[in-house]
Structure formats: C-alpha cells, structure tokens
T-cell receptor
Framework: NAGVTQTPKFQVLKTGQSMTLQCAQD?????MYWYRQDPGMGLRLIYY???????DKGEVPNGYNVSRLNKREFSLRLESAAPSQTSVYFC??????????FGPGTRLTVL | GNSVTQMEGPVTLSEEAFLTINCTYT??????LFWYVQYPGEGLQLLLKATKADDKGSNKGFEATYRKETTSFHLEKGSVQVSDSAVYFC?????????????FGTGTRLLVSP
C-alpha cells in the first residue's frame, strides 16, 4: 500500500522545455490535488480534480495543465517551463473524512 | 476570503520544553481545522484535526482546540523531543465553492536541540 506516489523526485529543466509530473494513488480516493510549495508561501493550489473526468483551476493555474487519466492518476504538465516555476510540487488525495494525504514531492529547478 | 495566519518561525526550544505554535483563521461558516507536519525532504502528514467548535484534536502528544470565539487553533505539546523538529502547517477546509479545498498558513519551523 504505497499511498500517493510521485515521479520524478528531482528534475532540472531549461527555460522553455516541457515536462509532465506524474502522480498515482492506491487509496481509492475520488479527489486529487496539485500544489506548489515555495519558501515563505506555504502551499498554493494549482489544480484539483473532484472526480475522474473533472478538473478545476486552483489559486495559481497559469502555466500549467492537468489530466485526470483515471481514478488513480493525476498528471501535471508544464508546456514551456519558466524560472518562476522552480518549486517543490506535491500531489495529494482527499479521503471521505476530508483528510488530505500527500506524496513525497517533486523538486523542480528551471534554469 | 478564507485565510490562516501562523506565528513566524523558527521556534527554537530545548528538549522537554513546552511548545505552543499559534494559529488564527478567518473563515465564513464552520470550517474544519487541521495541523500538518513536514519533516525535511518529505511531504506533509496530517498530525491532527478538529471539525467543530470546542473539539480537541490530539496525536503523538500534540493537541489543539478549535476555539470559535477567538478563531484560533493553537498547537501545543507538553514536552518536545529532537525528533519533533519539522515545519508545522495550520490549515482550514474551504467549502466556499461547495468542494473542500485546504487553505494553508505559511508554516512554522520548529527546531529542538538536545
């Protein structure tokens, strides 16, 4: 029972490159989230998915796209990376008791 | 909109000292309140929660009481250990859109020395 897994753990990109962050869960939760964490800013919501087939913008969606591939998987895509997207990215799920469970994070640097 | 304010860190304590990390919130309605902990290099883990006024959440020696009159959810522990060194986040559930999202504070770093 792995909970929430994320790949890759680390990534370095050049400005303008694209990449997809992967997230998978084995908790059978309907809701999934993508956050970014920057120093002194706490966590900010990028996108979320209330259920398979639906996605909605969060607080800071610009520059990102998401896909809810199935109930287990929720991916985050950067089409043209910018230095301002250097951050730690966390995927999370929500239980029926409204508790969120987080993955270990992806540390992204954009040069 | 809804918001969470936490005390600035770092909080530096000696082992076995008493810990308080302050958290106040602004919210419409009656949100649930949470404390999460993040150890170095890891994701956030739920530490405790409270879902209504006067509820006390507790886990691993940590406690927090949902105070509606002061809009607060302060985290306390009677005797901290070196292993408690981490960043602590206060959060509330935002049902403004009918769907639960979490609003986080900026986090408070705790450093415990032997």
């Amino acid at each position: 029972n792995a909970g929430v897994t994320q790949t890759p753990k680390f990534q370095v990109l050049k400005t303008g490159q694209s990449m997809t962050l992967q997230c998978a869960q084995d908790m059978n939760h309907n809701s999934m989230y993508w956050y970014r964490q920057d120093p002194g800013m706490g966590l900010r919501l990028i996108y979320y998915s209330a259920s398979e087939g639906t996605t909605d913008k969060g607080e800071v969606p610009n520059g990102y796209n998401v896909s809810r591939l199935n109930k287990r998987e929720f991916s985050l895509r950067l089409e043209s990376a910018a230095p301002s997207q250097t951050s730690v990215y966390f995927c999370a799920t929500k239980s029926p008791l409204d508790e969120q469970f987080f993955g270990p994070g992806t540390r992204l640097t954009v040069l | 909109g809804n918001s969470v304010t936490q005390m600035e860190g770092p909080v530096t304590l000696s082992e076995e000292a008493f810990l308080t990390i302050n958290c106040t919130y602004t919210a419409t309605g009656y949100p649930s309140l949470f404390w999460y902990v993040q150890y170095p290099g890891e994701g956030l883990q739920l530490l405790l929660k409270a879902t209504k006024a006067d509820d006390k959440g507790s886990n691993k020696g940590f406690e927090a009481t949902y105070r509606k009159e002061t809009t607060s959810f302060h985290l306390e522990k009677g005797s901290v250990q070196v292993s408690d060194s981490a960043v602590y986040f206060c959060a509330l559930s935002d049902r403004g859109t009918g769907f639960q999202k979490l609003v986080f504070g900026t986090g408070t770093r705790l450093l415990v020395s032997p």
